[in-house]
Every structure is written in structure tokens, then in C-alpha cells.
């Protein structure tokens, strides 16, 4: 039977599975950062840092920006238009892209 404590857990992987699973390593690199700020004590932190933690860091994107060559070619493409052919083309040159 468990039951949920504060405090720091003694085992925790979803950091290593995050950058296992291709998560962008500045991603990993702020959440550690921000588990390091967490795990210490409370007791330890000056009035202004705890302030400081209450305030949400600005969402990292999980995708690479060189996204846009795709975003692009969706954009200017008329689906209706090509043949099978055409669009198995199309689809080749989109993952030519990524």
C-alpha cells in the first residue's frame, strides 16, 4: 500500500524517459533546472524566491521550428486536384521536409 508524502520522491525516471522519448533536450535541461528549484526545502528559500516559483516559466515548444517549410507546402497544395500519383509525390517530398 502507498500513500502520497511531501517531500521528494526517492525514485523518479520521467526525465530520462522525456529525453528517451525525443523530447527536446532544452525541454529536459529547464525541467531539471525547475525539479532542482523544487526539491530543495522550503525552508531554505528567501521570501523573494519563493515568490518567484509562483510565477508560470513560458511554455516551451515541443516541436523544432523549422516546421514551417511544411505548414507552407500544406498551404499552397489543392487536394482535390492530384491524382494517387500526385499525392503519394507529395507525400514523399512532405517527409523529405521534416
Known amino acids: 500500500m502507498y500513500t502520497v508524502q511531501d517531500g521528494p520522491a526517492d525514485r523518479s525516471y520521467g526525465l530520462q524517459v522525456a529525453a528517451l522519448a525525443g523530447i527536446p533536450p532544452a525541454v529536459v535541461q529547464h525541467a531539471k533546472q525547475r525539479l532542482q528549484q523544487l526539491e530543495k526545502p522550503a525552508a531554505t528559500k528567501a521570501p523573494a524566491a519563493r515568490a518567484r516559483l509562483t510565477v508560470p516559466a513560458p511554455q516551451l515548444s515541443l516541436f523544432a521550428p523549422d516546421a514551417q517549410p511544411v505548414i507552407e ?8 486536384t492530384l491524382t494517387p500519383r500526385q499525392a503519394l509525390d507529395f507525400l514523399y517530398r512532405l517527409k523529405g521536409l521534416l
Do not use: C
Open 73 to 80: 507546402a500544406l498551404e499552397n497544395i489543392e487536394p482535390d
